[in-house]
């Protein structure tokens, strides 16, 4: 169905949300209707931030506020929607609009099949209503169990449109761009050259997949690489865990700048831990650039001041290649927790393959290796 008549039925004028591929158009009516406008539209840190944004709406207005997510941003929304949103709390009505990946009988990435077989469950165990949206779903449908949801609504419930692959439709695909110009995936080469044989951790979206082909094209094995395929915004704690117990070896984490602000306080941990063997790479490109490229405010932020604010003794920030590699020689040999933020383009390559090896065997390979040290 084509957006606007969703978003016409439901007929909020406020919406919150963390892109995802699968709502794309609903991304993109949003941006171009709206942009970000924190009257209207603002894109979030994370799921959960997104309930609390659209609980203030409601207490401000009185009117329903719209969240829309990736399904595995669930997760993230059961503490609100069971201790906030509940009618049994505070009853504040929320419409979801979920993606839904890993939907039980279509193919997709290990990381969403487990996540989309309980989709459904956990939304009626947090007693969210759902209704599932198919690209044969006709708007008059649609339109009814809207009317059907509004008593709910009106008594507090929350409820919730999942929506299949392909269900909706909006007439333009928006381009998200920035000036820089260092390319997310030639950053990924420089810093696996760097780190050599040190055990790197990859954080959720392209830069894994990047740097799982260029190991390929390198004739390399992929022993040295944990690929944090899904739980977006852990790959930094997961990394912090490495080098904590093992500290005979130097461990990067190669992050996004969307993956950070999810769960940006992993940041003080590691800062207040100060492991010194830990280089923590920040690729900024300001955008969700996995999903679809729409826009993060980290394109506003100065993140290595926030990092040293965190107790990072050391941040850098860089724009260039030259600069990126000087970066990466001192990291290498400075034994001190360092912070790098690379500003990187928009993009990525249109023929960019995905991992040929399962979550389980990454994991095997990467702990054998390990072991070494």
Known sequence: MMVENLLRNIGSDFFTGVPDSQLRPLCDCLMDTYGIDP???IIAANEGS?????????LATGKIPVVYMQNSGEGNIINPAASLLSDRVYGIPVVFIIGWRGEPGVHDEPQHVYQGEVTLKLLEDMDIRPFVIGQETPDDEVSAVME?????????KSVAFVVRKGALSYSKKLAYQNSHTIHREEAVR????????????????????????????????????????????????IALGIALHKPGTTVWCIDGDGAMLMHMGALAVIGANKPRNLIHIVINNGAHETVGGMPTVAGQLDLTAIARACGYPCAVRV????????????ASKRNELTFLEVLCAN???????????????????????????
């Open 50 to 58: 997104c309930a609390g944004l659209a609980a203030g709406y409601h």
């Open 39 to 41: 009257q209207h539209h």
């Open 190 to 237: 420089h810093i696996a050259c760097a780190a050599g044989t040190d055990p790197v951790v990859s954080t959720t979206g392209k830069a894994s997949r990047e740097l799982f082909e260029i190991r390929e094209c390198s004739g390399q094995g992929h022993q040295y690489d944990f690929l944090t395929v899904g739980s977006m915004g852990h790959a930094s704690s």
């Open 148 to 156: 059907s949801f509004r008593p709910l609504l009106a008594a507090g």
């Open 347 to 373: 993009g990525a390559r249109a023929d960019l393959g995905r991992p040929t090896t399962t979550a389980q065997e990454n994991k095997r390979v990467f702990m054998e290796y390990l072991k070494e040290y």
């Open 319 to 330: 724009n260039t290649v030259d600069a990126l590699d000087t970066a990466l020689r001192e």
